[in-house]
């Protein structure tokens, strides 16, 4: 059986840009809005790390409806992330804080 060839003008050809022959073709591009940093405040800032682990925290339900289904009883996990046991400098009193290990957002 004899090979098939395909005419060079059939062929399809990929743009030279695409394999990085000529990155001068692309355009300057500025950002429209120039966003302000902004300083993000955790409230941590005047606490000591007494204690941290990681663990997955769990909320009991008496009761939920799940698709026509009533469960009872039961251990729903809420998230995984890091505990902390921070204690203030100043007035010494100890809090826990858990933030979700995805999005760092405090669990309650």
Do not use: C
């Not at 409806?65 to 921070?86: A, I, M």
Request: hydrophobic share 40%; aromatic share 8%; no cysteine.
């Amino acid at each position: 059986m004899a090979e098939e060839t395909v005419p060079a003008a059939a062929a399809p050809e990929a743009p030279a840009a695409a394999f990085g022959a000529d990155e001068s073709a692309g355009g300057d591009f500025q950002p429209l809005y120039q966003a302000p940093k902004v300083e993000v405040k955790t409230h941590e800032e005047d606490e000591i790390v007494t204690f941290k682990m990681r663990a997955k925290l769990f909320v009991f339900v008496k009761e939920d409806v799940y698709g026509g289904e009533v469960r009872k009883d039961f251990w729903k996990e809420r998230g995984t992330g890091d505990v902390k046991l921070l204690r203030h400098k100043e007035m010494g009193k100890i809090r826990l804080l858990m933030r979700q290990e995805k999005n760092s957002k405090d669990m309650r």
